[in-house]
């Protein structure tokens, strides 16, 4: 049967994705839904003095996101508790100065960011969001930012004619430059100069507090993204039909988990906030979730949710997993409590970390790709992925705590792995695994299409994921 609170999940879920088209508005929102539950804002400049049973989170680059719950102060002997995900999805991104003039066309020069699909990209009404920089006439090194998104599309990619094109139904190689450059949907008169920069001085100026010049504009972050909103599908809306659900399932999924879980002065009962979403989400009490768990902090380390920046290409920033960003964060953390580097050290071996990244779905045109026994279906749970090359950083070891987390709580898991003549994907679990000496599982939920701009999902996955993330911060 259908499942009320489950529609309410896959909502929540396709509503914070439709917020956020870009990284930065992705970390911006979960960063408002903090502030509303009372965790407290961190700065990486900053002395850290940490308490038990508070709630704390840090921005990196406006486009990564570190949010934990301090449940006990022993992490000597408990450890941490962490999920990681990443914030951004495979699409196009403005290259520096971007307007292409020809004749009454304006187009806008774009490179690929990640390996999306690209035939998905055609013929969709598009639009641009992401971030600006304008001038701080009181310190150059502290330009001023805005997240921005443009509620109206602007522009589009489209097809060549099959009258002109006959080869594209038996297969087309699209040309990156040629024929992925967006037009824009305006009137060109060919008078028209730096077409982007007035755009966004218009969209500043009708959204920001306060007012800026064209000229104060100095640079920018900005990417396509589909206009049409991502939705719940099929007979009974069990289906998820969004972009970007690599992986913002996942940063969603991990942040409700962790704000559900925080037992020690919650507020999110507070019916004074006034949030636009979670709202569903933590109020959720069934399947097992019942009030005598939420009441108990039975786990006396840390728990954090980590959100990079940059997985789809390589991880290799400062905002990125391939860094030494978690392992400072970790260190912050346990001297803010007072620890020294030697009970940090020890933490590791308590510790325990869920790498939550999307897995691939059996395609029902084309099941033969699929490894022969380990074959993910829509409705069947949250997805282990193994790997004997490491691409995926589960074990043995990491597989059983997770598979026995599923078990005491009734969540239904499945197992992907790769056909051994095909290469595999990876994820932030490999490369996290290579700078700490912890225990990880890599964990997905199974979507088809994945990279194209629109991803199908299942609500069933959606929500048993969700509350395996949710388990494994309560137990």
């Known amino acids: 049967m259908f499942n009320d609170n489950s529609f309410e999940l ?53 486009s990564s996101i570190f949010a934990f719950i301090v449940a006990g102060d022993r992490i000597e002997r408990e450890g941490f508790r962490i999920i990681g995900s990443h914030t951004d999805s495979p699409g196009f991104k403005l290259k520096p100065n971007p307007e292409i003039k020809q004749r009454q066309y304006l187009k806008l020069n774009v490179e690929p960011y990640g390996g999306m699909i690209l035939n998905t990209w055609m013929d969709r009404p598009l639009s641009l969001a992401g971030r600006v920089f304008t001038r701080n006439i009181d310190d150059p090194f502290k330009p001023i930012e805005h997240i921005i998104k443009l509620d109206r599309p602007i522009c589009i990619i489209p097809n060549l004619a099959i009258h002109m094109n006959r080869s594209i139904n038996e297969g087309y190689a699209y040309n990156k430059q040629d024929d992925m450059t967006p037009i824009i949907l305006e009137s060109y008169e060919g008078e028209e100069k730096d077409y ?20 104060d504009i100095l640079d920018y972050d900005l990417y396509l993204y589909e206009y049409e909103k991502g939705s719940l599908i099929g007979d009974e809306k069990e289906y998820i039909s969004c972009g970007r659900l690599d992986n913002l399932a996942s940063v969603h999924a991990s942040i409700s988990a962790l704000l559900y879980s925080d037992s020690l002065g919650r507020s999110v009962c507070n019916e004074d906030i006034d949030i636009n979403s979670f709202r569903n989400v933590l109020s959720i009490n069934e399947a097992g979730m019942d009030q005598s768990v939420q009441q108990k902090a039975r786990f006396e ?20 997993a391939d860094s030494q960003l978690l392992i400072n964060i970790l260190e912050r953390i346990a001297l803010g409590l007072g620890k020294t580097k030697s009970q940090l050290l020890r933490s590791y071996e308590s510790s325990f970390m869920i790498s939550a990244d999307l897995a691939h779905a059996v395609h029902p045109n084309k099941s033969s790709v699929a490894d022969p026994t380990n074959r993910p279906v829509f409705a069947g749970g949250p997805t282990i992925k193994s790997h004997a090359g490491q691409a995926y950083a589960s074990d043995a070891y990491s597989v059983a705590v997770y598979k026995d987390i599923c078990d005491r709580n009734g969540i239904k898991y499945q197992t992907f792995a ?58």
Do not use: C
Not at 303 to 313: G, P
Not at 439 to 467: C, F, N, Q, T, W
């Open 301 to 320: 380390g840390v728990k954090l949710v980590a959100a990079f920046n940059n997985e789809e290409v390589g991880s290799q920033t400062r905002q990125g």
């Open 196 to 215: 982007i920069r007035s755009l966004l001085h218009r969209e500043i100026n009708m959204t920001g507090r306060e007012k800026v010049s064209l000229d």
């Open 418 to 475: 790769n056909r051994s003549d095909k290469a595999s994907g990876s994820t932030i679990g490999s490369i996290t695994a290579s700078y700490l000496p912890i225990a990880i599982v890599d964990v997905g939920m199974p979507v088809l299409a994945m990279h194209s701009i629109r991803e199908l999902g299942h609500i069933d996955d959606y929500r048993s994921y969700y509350k395996s993330f949710y388990r494994f911060f309560e137990l």
């Open 10 to 62: 896959g909502q929540d879920l396709v509503d914070y994705i439709n917020d956020s088209p870009t990284m930065y508005n992705a970390v911006e929102n979960v960063r408002v839904w903090l502030d509303e539950y009372n965790f407290e804002r961190l700065g990486l400049a900053e002395e850290w003095k940490l308490v038990k049973g508070g709630k704390y989170y840090l921005v990196v680059n406006s």
